[in-house]
């Protein structure tokens, strides 16, 4: 049945474990085959979707808020960086 959860009796690992661990071998095959830094960053982008999706808000919110201000500052680093080289 699809999405129905092991129990622990089993032996293996419940559905939580394994989505992780198949969320970490799609983003490596996705970044094995990513030609420009724009496919890398979309493949690393949607892991960390995936995670947040798996966090509670407050956890999520904070790692938003982190990663948000840091794109940010790069992304005005490149843009000086630009305009430093068109003068």
Not at 3 to 14: A, D, E, I, K, V
Not at 22 to 33: F, I, Q, S
Not at 41 to 66: G, T
């Amino acid at each position: 049945m699809a999405g129905h959860r092991r129990t622990r009796n089993t032996g293996r690992p419940l559905q939580r474990r394994t989505r992780s661990e198949n969320r970490r071998k799609r983003l490596e095959e996705r970044l094995a085959v990513a030609h420009e830094p724009v496919e890398r960053f979309w493949a690393a982008a949607e892991y960390l979707r995936s995670a947040l999706a798996m966090v509670p808000r407050d956890l999520a919110r904070a790692a938003v808020e982190e990663v948000a201000d840091d794109l940010i500052k790069r992304a005005e680093d490149l843009h000086t960086t630009n305009l430093r080289r068109l003068r």
